[in-house]
């Protein structure tokens, strides 16, 4: 892979991001997309070769934490420095391939399919060790034999969560259009804003949502945390779709059903999380997967809000929000309404109080391990809700993100994939636009799309079930 060359315009400085104890920290792993262009003159002439390397150029000058490295400092924090001097550049590398847009758009554009025709970069596992390096963004091109282009794009996501990445894709494509100066968006600003704080609380004051163990090593948490499949081809991944008008129908059931009081409401994440906590429950306690019981909800949270944070940047500090259902909420359709509430007033335990105190918690725990000499303290914290021996599922609802917005100059994707490796951890990304969206402001969504990794029976018991097919459309495996 060809590392970038910026030239003059390698950005000359930026404030290093101490990531220590920092919940995004634990989310310490590449997020990949490929994104989907049709054939068109516009496509050859606006996303060539060229012209797609000098815009990458010209977009990265006002992003240097992607030109960033770990650092582990003597006291074993950890930093995400820039140096211009000893950079550490994304890489983009180009390549022309005889399979067509329309071949893989008569696939639906399968995530699997695309693999395994190299449309993809290796993910690297995300581990950091002294001498750790990896670029913490990666770009890869593909010509299609029709004249189609696929974009697939990776970043790290300590540097870049989701929303900052597809921002960062989308401001390429207003360089790529315009092929000059363009000034850096909101979205992609950097904040100061420091979450650490210095408190004496032990660990045993932590919060329910985060984990630490230092009696064993990294290897035994993960396999203590994951749960043992009966074959190597015991997960399957799909994609499936959801309407918006199918949504808006769900909010409108519970709305109607009277478990709200007055002033009480919900949100369309709120019945969307919901639906899908009680489909894939269900359909792990049909298969057998896991047995019958109380199960964890749990939703990822963005914590700036609520901690008074600038909400633009790069990255986000992430917290599980969590909450118990009974089993009869979490299986039961008729019980589907009081699991909305349920879901959404559990958010209201996340106050700024309660945040700052899990960052304190996580600081001062962290520098407990590394001075009890614990070699490397933060691959010994981890999010209880993702240990996968347990009954729970948990919802991200990335539906806002603009995964659409990048015209390049030839139209925006027509289509864009993602990848969700953990079981039971649904994925909520914006469906395709419109045909009424113009091109000329946000786009219009009408279905959203599901990314869902299960137990191979867990996902047949769910591929079965009349809830999820009444609201659901499976697009790809």
């Excluded at 700036?304 to 929000?321: D, E, F, H, Q, Y």
């Excluded at 969504?445 to 990794?453: A, D, K, N, R, S």
Aim: charge should be negative.
């Amino acid at each position: 892979m060809a590392k970038i060359d910026m030239g003059e315009l390698l950005p000359k400085e930026a404030v290093s991001r101490r990531i220590t104890g920092d919940t995004q920290f634990m989310f310490q792993f590449y997020k990949p997309c490929i994104q989907y262009y049709e054939p068109s003159a516009l496509t050859r002439t606006n996303m060539s070769e060229d012209r797609l390397r000098r815009s990458l150029i010209s977009a990265l000058h006002g992003c240097p934490l992607l030109f960033g490295q770990f650092k582990i400092h003597p006291d074993l924090t950890i930093s995400l420095d820039y140096d211009p001097l000893h950079s550490n550049p994304p890489t983009l590398e180009f390549q022309r391939l005889s399979v067509t847009y329309s071949q893989l758009r008569a696939q639906s554009f399968s995530y699997s399919v695309a693999k395994q025709h190299g449309l993809d970069i290796a993910i690297p596992d995300g581990s950091i060790t002294r001498g750790f390096d990896k670029p913490m963004l990666m770009v890869k091109v593909t010509y299609l034999g029709d004249g189609g282009v696929a974009l697939f794009s990776m970043t790290n996501h300590v540097a870049f969560d989701g929303n900052a990445m597809f921002s960062f894709i989308a401001h390429w494509a207003r360089c790529n259009r315009l092929l000059g100066s363009v000034e850096l968006p909101a979205d992609l600003e950097l904040y100061a804003t420091s979450l650490v704080t210095n408190t004496n609380k032990p660990l045993v004051d932590g919060p329910v949502e985060i984990s630490v163990d230092a009696t064993r090593t990294p290897a035994e948490i993960s396999v203590a945390n994951s749960k043992s499949v009966a074959t190597a081809d015991g997960v399957q991944a799909c994609v499936f779709a959801i309407s918006v008008a199918s949504i808006q129908q769900l909010k409108e059931q519970v709305e109607a059903s009277g478990v709200l009081r007055d002033g009480e409401w919900v949100s369309s994440n709120n019945v969307i999380a919901a639906f899908i906590a009680q489909c894939v429950a269900r359909a792990n306690t049909e298969a057998q997967v896991y047995e019958a019981g109380e199960w964890t909800m749990f939703q990822s949270l963005d914590m700036r809000r609520p901690l008074g944070l600038p909400l633009r940047g790069l990255g986000s500090p992430l917290i599980l929000a969590e909450c118990q259902a009974s089993a009869a909420e979490i299986t039961d359709t008729a019980m589907f309404s009081r699991l909305a509430k349920r879901i959404r007033q559990s958010v209201d335990k996340y106050t700024g109080e309660y945040l700052q105190g899990a960052m304190d918690w996580m600081n001062q725990s962290y520098t407990l391990l590394a001075q009890n000499g614990v070699l490397e303290p933060w691959r010994h914290f981890w999010f209880t809700a993702l240990n996968t021996n347990e009954r729970a599922v948990g919802v991200s609802c990335m539906n806002r993100i603009p995964i659409y917005d990048a015209d390049f100059g030839a139209g925006r994707p027509t289509m864009a994939r993602s990848f969700n490796p953990r079981p039971n951890y649904i994925i909520v990304f914006p469906g395709p636009p419109s045909t009424r969206s113009t091109g000329t402001g946000p786009p219009e969504y009408e279905v959203l799309h599901l990314y869902v990794t299960l137990e191979l029976p867990a996902m047949a018991a769910l591929r079965a079930d009349a809830q999820w097919n009444k609201m659901c459309s499976l697009v790809s495996e």
